[in-house]
């Protein structure tokens, strides 16, 4: 896990406009128990040779729907966290054109600073360094070859075509502009927050303690009928529930965006 801090201090990435909802998904995640031990076990297989860091990943990404790559040297980064394409909108789906489009092969040089390549099974998962918010291409086949953007037949399609047009922009030389996915101010702070709760529950602060800290610090004066029938009882047990809900397997709506 990554060094141990404050729960009580917002988290790093507050304020941060190029925050994305993977990112914020990834997060959930890295909390969740069940998945730090089996991330841990795969960090152990990679440093002893047993398996590579590309096949460790895409293990953990098919098993979970997103994980942080299983690089030794890069555990827990979030910039190198990786989803699922059917599972992430954000994700640019590039496959082998249909003969006679008109198509080209897709040029790695043109496409800027280059973060990450990963190699899971036939798929390479190239993270595009962009300060408005990273860019996740998914290449099919091979990228020597005709390529062309594949667009799936989905209830919601617009957040993908507005991923392939970032892709567009860039490869015409222009800024990508900002992801399509990026929770507004409140929702991004209210996430971060549940974030905390899980940390401050995880390090053994009390349900009036979180209140105290997050919400009011007025509560630590409460009498305890007066913190039994405060609001901010009241809300603090629906963040925990909201929390505990999204660290457990409501991360999954964050990477649709939801």
């Known amino acids: 896990m990554p060094p141990e801090r404050d729960w009580r201090a917002p988290l790093n990435e507050t304020g941060d406009d190029a925050l994305q909802y993977t990112d914020i998904a990834i997060g959930y995640l890295g909390r969740n128990t069940r998945y730090r031990a089996e991330y841990q076990r795969a960090l152990g297989r990679v440093k002893r040779g047993a398996i590579s860091a590309d096949d460790a990943t895409a293990a953990l990404v098919d098993r979970w729907g997103i994980s942080y790559h299983a690089a030794p040297g890069a555990a827990f980064d979030r910039k ?14 590039l496959a082998p054109a249909v003969a006679g489009i008109g198509a080209g092969p897709l040029d790695l040089a043109a496409l800027g600073d280059i973060r990450a390549r990963i190699r899971m099974g036939d798929v390479l998962h190239v993270i595009l360094a962009d300060p408005d918010g990273d860019e996740h291409l998914c290449v099919c086949g091979s990228r020597h070859d005709a390529m062309a953007l594949m667009v799936p037949i989905e209830p919601a399609p617009f957040a993908r075509l507005a991923s392939a047009e970032r892709l567009c922009r860039r490869l015409s030389g222009m800024a ?3 992801p399509a996915l990026r929770p507004p101010p409140f929702r991004r702070e209210h996430l ?3 974030l905390q709760v899980l940390d401050g529950r995880r390090a053994g602060a009390s349900q009036r303690e979180l209140a105290a800290s997050l919400i009011h610090p007025k509560v630590r004066h409460y009498t305890p009928t007066e913190w039994t029938d405060s609001a901010e009882r009241k809300c603090i047990r629906r963040w925990l529930k909201e929390a505990v809900e999204l660290r457990d397997g409501g991360y999954i709506r964050l990477l649709r965006g939801g």
């Open 80 to 93: 190198l966290a990786v989803a699922r394409p059917d599972l992430s909108p954000a994700s640019i789906i």
């Open 192 to 194: 971060l927050t549940l």
């Open 176 to 178: 990508a502009g900002p």
